[in-house]
């Protein structure tokens, strides 16, 4: 947003606006030349839609605002003040070429994890396995507990349940907020609904008879579709490391990968998938 400060918006616009995100003030004159080239610069490399920094202009000329440059010891202008939770926490005094703008705004700007972050919250809700994938490229450039946080729900939607609950062990109690709650009981949910009864008899049946290449595909086959995919995954290893044409393994195998994407797990289990073939 860009916003031209007076008296009356002030605080919300400026004060206000600072604990939630950065607002840069652009101090500026009509009569000082540089700042009719500069703030065109300014201006373009900030936008109006920048959903992380705001641009606040003060025009010294008007009388109630230079109390402001005053209280902030400003000696030239044009000048930027970038000012966080009702605080100065940097300034750029005096012209200055895009170049020197652009390092100035850096630190307030979103980083390659971020903007990733901010594309897959977007996608969530229509398109978990789009999401998905962005938040495991943020991962790999950051890995924060926000970040963990949105792939465990990513994860879920996805009925990836036993990669969720390995996301969600990773969040520290610090971390541990009202979004991590929210998918910790869905998570559990979802465990209670996967445990099916037919799935623990099948279980009971391969404990009894553990050599059976047959119970072991059956149970791979519910345990993939409860969102277990590591351990159905790992039952069809078993199954084509004895017999690579037993029944419909190697198909159950290759459209779980499939389904899979570019999931980890998935990266994992087609190596050992082609370590067998070749």
Known sequence: ?????????????????????????????????????????????????????????????????QSLASQLGLRA????????DGQPV???????DES?????????????????????KQALGSDPQAAYGLLQQARALEDSAAIRLYLAEAALALNKLEETKQLLATIGMADQDSQYQHILARL????????????????QKLAADPESLTLKEELAVLLFQSGRQEEALQLLVEILQKDLAFGEARKHFLDMLTTMGADPVASRYRRK???MLY
């Open 273 to 275: 998938l082609y370590s």
């Open 188 to 203: 559990e949910l979802a465990e209670e609904a996967a445990d099916s009864p037919e799935l623990r008899e099948l279980e």
């Open 100 to 120: 020197a703008i652009s390092q100035f705004l850096q630190p307030y700007q979103p980083n390659e994890a971020e903007l990733l972050l901010d594309q897959a």
């Open 1 to 65: 947003m860009i916003v031209d400060i007076n008296v009356q918006n002030f605080q919300q616009a400026l004060i206000d606006a600072s604990m939630s995100k950065t607002v840069v003030i652009y101090f500026h004159a009509e009569a000082v030349p540089e700042c009719l080239a500069m703030s065109p610069i300014v201006e373009r490399l900030i936008g109006s839609d920048n959903q992380h920094i705001d641009l606040a202009r003060v025009d010294v000329a008007d009388p109630q605002l």
């Open 77 to 84: 202008l044009p000048a930027l003040v970038a000012f966080k």
């Open 90 to 96: 940097d300034v750029l005094e005096g012209p200055q």
